[in-house]
């Protein structure tokens, strides 16, 4: 599996295929992916390891135990943050639809990555 690195920590692409991709996403403490939402494809989260926020439009949900899930459905504004200080967020990620990373409109990124306003 190849390891993609992000300012947030990183992910590796575990299977995909031309309508479905899964990945392993590991989030360093205290870090976060972008405010962001995805036009072509739908998103399941089940949290492996660690202590998620999870940031679906205004709605916000801790998940603590393993195997707790949330959708994402195509065009929901949403974010995925490691609550933890001190262990790294592990989370499977199974995306269905066209899943291109291209597919990422930004809002918000503290890395400097955003490109739309809200």
């Known amino acids: 599996m190849k390891k993609i690195n992000r300012p947030w920590g990183y992910y590796q692409i575990v299977w995909q295929d031309p309508r ?15 405010l962001q939402m995805h036009f072509k494809r739908s998103e399941k989260w089940t ?6 926020r999870v940031r679906l439009g205004s709605w916000v ?6 195997g ?6 195509k065009r929901a504004m949403h974010r995925l943050t490691n609550a ?6 592990v989370v499977l990620e199974v995306a269905q639809g066209k899943c291109l990373e ?3 409109r930004r809002f918000e990124d503290k890395y400097g990555r955003a490109k739309c306003i809200m």
């Open 20 to 34: 479905t991709k899964v990945k392993i996403i590991v989030v360093k403490p205290k870090q976060s992916l972008s």
């Open 84 to 89: 933890s200080s001190k262990r790294n967020l």
């Open 47 to 52: 949290l492996l390891t660690g202590q998620a």
């Open 61 to 66: 949900q801790v998940l603590s135990r393993a």
């Open 102 to 104: 291209s597919d990422i």
């Open 68 to 73: 707790e899930e949330v959708g994402v459905q």
